[in-house]
């Protein structure tokens, strides 16, 4: 749709930049369907699926890292488009975004970008059987909520409700809504 656009503006059709745009979007779609089948893999939910990458490689990591590279392909792709326009701005802007997108996904994780980075390290955000568990995450609405409504809170507190609830229903996360499950699958994979 963008080229016809630009062939109706213009009268040209930029073929190379096209090609760019169309390879970098192609290596992002590869992206996520490899990482999504490396996530299945890592949850069980696959195992029926022979069509799964992962059941036809047999090698979940082999998946996992491929995905990420046709992810650093795409972004690349992209960065050289957003490059070859000229706008000093565009780089910015996109770190900008980056910087928005992870401030965003800490809110609704409920942590802060310290223990988003070295989540490994802290106990209280590990579970001896499954590794990441985060005491705080309520789940993405009520995470926000308190982020943007209620940001100053009794953490003692809520650390202990989150650990007597954890205890009490026998799972290691609060809401099946929990971007934690997202970290979690990728500390399995990697």
Same mark, same amino acid.
């Given at each position: 749709?963008? &080229?016809?656009?630009?062939?109706?503006?213009?009268?040209?059709?930029?073929?190379?930049?096209?090609?760019?745009?169309?390879?970098?979007?192609?290596?992002?779609?590869?992206?996520?369907?490899?990482?999504?089948?490396?996530?299945?893999?890592?949850? &069980?939910?696959?195992?029926?699926?022979?069509?799964?990458?992962?059941?036809?490689?047999?090698?979940?990591?082999?998946?996992?890292?491929?995905?990420?590279?046709?992810?650093?392909?795409?972004?690349?792709?992209?960065?050289?488009?957003?490059?070859?326009?000229?706008?000093?701005?565009?780089?910015?802007?996109?770190?900008?975004?980056?910087?928005?997108?992870?401030?965003?996904?800490?809110?609704?994780?409920?942590?802060?970008?310290?223990?988003?980075?070295?989540?490994?390290?802290?106990?209280?955000?590990?579970?001896?059987?499954?590794?990441?568990?985060?005491?705080?995450?309520?789940?993405?609405?009520?995470?926000?909520?308190?982020?943007?409504?209620?940001?100053?809170?009794?953490?003692?507190?809520?650390?202990?409700?989150?650990?007597?609830?954890?205890?009490?229903?026998?799972?290691?996360?609060?809401?099946?809504?929990?971007? &934690?499950?997202?970290?979690?699958?990728?500390?399995?994979?990697?």
């Amino acid at each position: 749709v963008g &080229g016809a656009a630009v062939f109706a503006l213009q009268g040209v059709l930029p073929w190379a930049r096209l090609g760019a745009l169309v390879a970098a979007a192609l290596c992002i779609i590869a992206w996520l369907n490899l990482s999504n089948d490396a996530f299945d893999a890592a949850t &069980g939910v696959d195992v029926s699926k022979p069509e799964s990458v992962v059941s036809l490689t047999g090698n979940r990591p082999l998946v996992f890292w491929s995905s990420l590279g046709f992810l650093a392909a795409g972004v690349t792709l992209l960065l050289r488009q957003i490059a070859a326009t000229g706008d000093s701005r565009a780089p910015l802007a996109l770190a900008g975004l980056f910087l928005a997108c992870r401030t965003l996904f800490n809110a609704a994780a409920n942590l802060t970008t310290n223990e988003l980075i070295n989540r490994g390290k802290y106990l209280y955000l590990n579970h001896e059987a499954v590794g990441y568990t985060n005491r705080f995450d309520r789940g993405v609405l009520h995470n926000c909520f308190q982020f943007w409504c209620h940001p100053h809170q009794d953490w003692w507190r809520l650390y202990d409700e989150g650990d007597r609830a954890m205890v009490r229903s026998s799972r290691t996360v609060l809401s099946i809504w929990s971007p &934690g499950l997202l970290l979690r699958a990728i500390d399995l994979v990697s």
